[in-house]
Every structure is written in structure tokens, then in C-alpha cells.
């Protein structure tokens, strides 16, 4: 196996493997070199996983800087840089994905970062894939980044070995820097953009600051993570000089000021807090200015008497409002996700939507909608262009999965909507954005959702995330998936369900509105049209509750499910378990993605010849599962 044997001649005692999940989650494992024969058992394992490679060997089974032995090579992500074309042309190239490629440059002794970083800008590769610990895509695994999971492929692997000083007659000469005012802060920010907080990488760049922060405490906040990220001061002054949040710009004394400024940061860092300072203040303290003292705290105190009252703007009153969030949520089957198209759809065109308030001015804007559920093409657009909308430009689609803590996704999000400047974002559904949240413990919820909302306050917009139901019964509020402390942190809940009277009559009913008094249900209904075609239309506002709609739904669904789950259960395992054994875990996550729940899976596994083998003990333990084969041939 290629990186493997690469490995064999690099020196170190473990070596990384990194898997991201489809939620977005990392995890890294690390294989000693007798532990190598395991690898491609490993990588059998995780195929429904993003599985990367770190070049280099460590001391310890962590992927930290500190522990990693420096290797007898050179690497850099390529991103379209072709490595056919270039000089000098890498001893191992591979092709991450169509046009997007990873080169590696054997050598005949030890590397070092800074010939790393000057021969990744010289052939034009991305300028924060050479540091120590980054990770590259594994040869012969699953891109699973791109909708139609090209495979990972090695170009060559026998290229020229190179010594030090072959690669150095390649480069320009190294530039000579002697304090901040001679780095590019383009090139420190590219260096430290993957240690940095996404926050921190979207202030450094921002354009707009005027009116958005207070600059002090803004500037203060940058400097010490920009120094917590393992700038150098010369660093830290080369970005922080150049962003916009820089309050020293245009002063006569401007780079004196913020070195000043920057050193106060280290000093801070160091800082110890003296006895008995909760008695007393230091004639220090007495000495600094109100300014210094607010923005060494992240708290802002304000008086409610200089609070500016503000009122709530509707694109939807009294559902959706800007810089808010509004919860949809339903069974599978009721419309949610057509209504959501429908209400996005109006909002592009500028269409009145139906509400209880009557005269409402009609919003006008674009929309962003994040749909793993419906295919753009085949589901969306014709429901769309069915029901007469036609001016679609400002209706963006994003179809590939990603989650909200996946930083490298979230950072692109931020830059889209910058530009889009949407007025509705849309989230269909919770459960494929959530990432690794545990959704039913209120702290990681409350953490989680607050992305929801900050990106409702950042772009002043209206964020809709819609939401399963739980299977079983009881009270509307909490029969939404996950912890209730997402009905608590959202604006709005809205439940989907049917008229009692009329199983094929859908209603929508607050079951949570914090700012006025809860309208009455509003009737819709979906008709189908010849030709596969449908159209929504909007009934009438009738006196249902939230709790009498999702009992009418519950009522429909049980009548209509009996037996349909055990057959997808069996023919789910029926068509996965082909020839060798598979790890049951690994079962349970292919059948959640096709939501056929845990439980299921069991029972039909009960009902079916499924072989059941442990391997292993203790945290170790793992369980696979074989269907037996028949003796009789049809």
C-alpha cells in the first residue's frame, strides 16, 4: 500500500489516519508500524467515511505540532495546481478529486517547515496545506466532499527522489524579514488560517466594521487570539496593521500604538491576578483608562435606560421575522418541505404570502435553502415552475451535506451569504446540519442552535430549520425531535399536521409565539395534477390547535404504517449484507441515514438468518453480522 510504505522510510512512532463522518465529525487514529497490516481492514471499515493521511510520524498518538518527527520529505495540497506541469515535479502526485490534486517530494534527509511553505507558494499550491500535522486525502478512499464521491487516485508514485539542496535551486531565494512591516499579512493569515477560530478568520478580512462592534474591544479580542494561535508579535502586527477592526490606522503614531498595544496582550497573558485584588485596586488599575478596562472583558454591562428599543420586521408576520429563527417541523409526508418552497418562493418574487394581518407590505429578497431532502432538479424547481414561479435567480440551492461545525463549510457559508445577502435561510432538515451535537442535552443544543441564530442576527435575516417529529405521542411542544430547548430558543414553532375532518386538508399551527398571541391554524393542501404534476394552494384560517393537528396526523400515519417499517428493515438488510460479514454499528449508521430507526433493524434481524460474531474485548468489542447462505440454488 502506497502510504504505507511511505511511512516505512519516515521516521516516528505512530502515525495519523483522520476520518470525518457525514455529520462533519474528525476523529483521528493512529497505527504503530507493526500495526500496519490493520490498515486496510481500517479503511474497509470507515468507507462511508472522508479518510485522510498525515504524512509525517509523531512521538505520541496525538496530532499536535509538538509531538511530530520531523520526515525525509516535502508535501503540499495542490488544490489546481497541476503537478504534470510543474517544477520540481513530485515524487508521489495524486488527484484528491477531478482537477484537485496532492504531491508529495521524497528527499534524502530531514525537511523543514520553512522550505515547506516556500515550495508550496512557488508551485502554486494552497498556501495553508505545508504545516506540520495537516492532513491529505488517502489515496484509493471516497471524496465524499462532491456529490458523485470520486475516488481518491495515485497518478505516480515513482517520481525523483530530490536532496535539500536540489529543491532549493528550484526556489527564489528566501525573503529576508526583520519585524512585522516586512511580512505579507496575506501569507501569515494563509500560514495560521487552519489554528485560527472562524470568527477570528472572518474579523481579520472583514470589510465592513463601522457600526457592527465596538472597535476597541473588538481590536483587543483579535490580538489575543491571533497571539493564542502561536503568532509571533512581528505576526500578529503584519494582520492585525492590515484589518479593518485596526483603530490606530492613519495616526501619526500608528505602529507604535499597536506594538504598544500587542505587548499589553502578552503581558496580559502572563499576567497573574495579585492577592486581595477583589479588596483593593492597584494604582495601575486607577491609572487605566475606562476604554482598557472594558475591553479586557468579553461581558458588555449596558443600562436598559440607553437600551434602544427596536421593533420586529416581518417578512411573514407573524411567522417568520428578521434576525430570528422559526422552527417547522412534521411528519414526514404533510408538506412541510413543499410549504417551506412555496413561503421561499413568494419572498423571491415578491408574491404576497396569506396572513392573518391583513395589509402587510410584501418582502422582497433572496433566499438560501440547504436541502438534503429534495433533489434541486427533480423535486424543487418543478414544484416551483408548477405553481408559476419563474424568476428564480435570487433562489439559491445547496444540496451537498455539510454540518454547522464543520469550520472549513461554515467559513464558505459565511463568504456565500456576504454576497447573496439573503432575507430567508433555510435548513431542511435539523438532523443534517446539527453535526456532532448531542440533540437531547440542552447545553450542546443551546450551543449548536446559537449558530442558527447568530447567522439570523449576522445577515439580519429570517432562519427556518425544519424539524421531524418524535414518533410517540404527548403535549405539541415537545413532540419535536430532540430536547425541548430547541422550541426554546426559536422565535417561532410551527407544527405541521391535518385537518381532523379531512386527512388530505393539511394544517399549520403555532405551537410556540413568544411576542403576541397565536393565530389560528392556516389550511393548505397539495393537488395532484395530471402528469405527475402538483400545485399548492392556500385554504383558510380555521380554529384548530397545534396539539389537535399532530393527534389527527399521528391517527393518519398509524392507520396507513402497519407493516411497511419491518419489510424496509428486511430489505434494507437483505440487500446490504452481500457476502462478508459487516460490522452491525456500521449497519446502524447506513440504516439511520435511510431512517429505518436502531429498534427495527433488530426486530428484522430477529425475524431473518442473520449470524451474529463478536470479535474482541472490553472498549474493543465489536459485533458483526452475516445473512446465512442457503443450501438450495433457485
Not at 290 to 317: P, T
Amino acid at each position: 500500500m502506497l502510504i504505507t510504505d511511505l511511512w516505512a522510510n519516515q521516521p516516528g512512532k505512530f502515525f495519523c489516519i483522520s476520518t470525518k463522518s457525514g455529520a462533519g465529525k474528525w476523529k483521528d487514529h493512529f497505527f504503530s508500524p507493526d500495526e500496519f497490516g490493520q490498515i486496510r481492514q481500517f479503511l474497509r471499515d470507515h468507507d462511508d467515511h472522508d479518510i485522510y493521511f498525515c504524512p509525517h510520524g509523531f512521538n505520541r498518538r496525538v496530532r499536535q505540532k509538538g509531538e511530530a518527527v520531523i520526515p525525509n520529505l516535502l508535501w503540499a495540497d495542490l488544490d489546481f495546481a497541476d503537478p504534470r506541469t510543474m517544477k520540481p515535479k513530485p515524487t508521489i502526485a495524486i488527484e484528491s478529486s477531478p482537477g484537485r490534486f496532492v504531491g508529495i517530494w521524497v528527499l534524502d534527509g530531514p525537511m523543514n517547515e520553512e522550505l515547506n511553505r516556500r515550495l508550496t507558494y512557488h508551485v502554486g499550491a494552497d498556501h495553508g496545506g505545508w504545516d506540520l500535522t495537516q492532513v491529505l486525502r488517502f489515496p484509493g478512499t471516497r471524496n465524499y466532499k462532491y456529490r458523485s464521491q470520486p475516488k481518491v487516485r495515485t497518478l505516480w508514485d515513482d517520481g525523483k527522489e530530490y536532496t535539500v539542496k536540489k529543491i532549493e535551486r528550484y526556489l527564489p531565494p528566501p525573503e529576508e524579514k526583520e519585524d512585522g512591516e516586512n511580512l505579507s499579512a496575506a501569507e501569515v493569515f494563509e500560514a495560521y488560517e487552519s489554528k485560527l477560530p472562524r470568527w477570528v478568520r472572518r474579523e481579520l478580512v472583514a470589510k465592513k466594521t463601522v457600526g457592527r462592534s465596538d472597535r476597541s474591544e473588538m481590536l483587543w479580542k483579535l490580538e489575543n487570539a491571533c497571539v493564542e494561535a502561536g503568532m509571533s508579535l512581528d505576526e500578529a502586527f503584519a494582520v492585525i496593521k492590515r484589518s479593518g477592526w485596526n483603530k490606530f490606522a492613519g495616526r501619526r503614531n500608528e505602529d507604535e500604538q499597536l506594538r504598544r498595544e500587542l505587548s499589553k496582550v502578552v503581558e496580559n497573558q502572563f499576567k497573574e491576578k495579585p492577592k486581595g485584588a477583589d479588596k483593593r485596586h492597584s494604582k495601575s488599575d486607577e491609572e487605566e483608562s475606562h476604554d482598557e478596562k472594558e475591553r479586557n472583558h468579553f461581558l458588555k454591562f449596558e443600562k436598559m435606560s440607553e437600551v434602544k428599543e427596536e421593533d420586529l420586521r416581518f417578512l411573514w408576520r407573524p411567522y417568520l421575522a428578521e434576525g430570528e429563527v422559526t422552527i417547522l417541523e412534521g411528519d414526514p409526508g404533510l408538506g412541510k418541505s413543499y410549504l417551506a418552497q412555496m413561503v421561499a418562493g413568494s419572498i423571491v418574487e415578491g408574491r404576497r404570502i396569506k396572513s392573518p394581518y391583513k395589509g402587510q407590505p410584501r418582502a422582497k429578497g433572496a433566499v438560501v435553502y440547504f436541502d438534503m431532502e429534495n433533489a434541486a432538479g427533480s423535486v424543487t424547481k418543478p414544484r416551483l415552475t408548477q405553481n408559476g414561479y419563474e424568476d428564480l435567480e435570487n433562489y439559491h440551492v445547496v444540496q451537498q451535506p455539510f454540518s454547522i461545525d464543520d469550520d472549513e463549510a461554515m467559513d464558505y457559508v459565511y463568504e456565500q451569504l456576504e454576497v447573496i445577502r439573503p432575507k430567508l435561510v433555510v435548513f431542511d432538515t435539523l438532523n443534517t446540519y446539527i453535526g456532532r451535537a448531542d440533540t437531547h442535552k440542552a447545553s450542546e443544543v443551546a450551543q449548536a442552535f446559537g449558530i442558527f441564530a447568530k447567522i439570523a442576527r449576522d445577515f439580519n435575516c429570517a432562519v427556518l430549520v425544519l424539524r421531524h417529529l418524535t414518533k410517540g405521542s404527548g403535549s405539541a411542544m415537545y413532540r419535536g425531535q430532540g430536547s425541548i430547548t430547541f422550541a426554546g430558543l426559536a422565535r417561532v414553532v410551527i407544527a405541521v399536521g391535518v385537518d381532523p375532518e379531512d386527512s388530505d386538508t393539511r394544517v399549520m399551527a403555532v405551537v410556540k409565539m413568544n411576542f403576541a398571541k397565536a393565530p389560528q391554524g392556516l389550511s393548505f393542501r397539495i393537488e395532484e395534477r395530471p402528469k405527475g404534476e402538483s400545485e399548492f394552494m392556500w385554504g383558510d384560517f380555521v380554529n384548530l390547535s397545534a396539539q389537535e393537528v399532530m393527534d389527527a396526523a399521528a391517527a393518519a400515519r398509524e392507520e396507513g404504517k402497519q407493516g411497511t417499517h419491518m419489510q424496509d428493515a428486511m430489505e434494507f438488510l437483505e440487500a446490504t449484507i452481500t457476502g462478508a460479514a459487516i460490522e452491525v454499528e456500521k449497519l446502524y449508521r447506513m440504516a439511520e441515514k435511510r431512517s429505518i430507526p436502531k429498534k427495527m433493524i433488530d426486530r428484522a434481524a430477529a425475524k431473518m438468518d442473520i449470524i451474529k460474531n463478536n470479535k474482541g474485548k472490553g472498549s474493543s468489542k465489536t459485533q458483526t453480522w452475516e445473512i446465512e447462505e442457503s443450501d438450495t440454488k433457485e
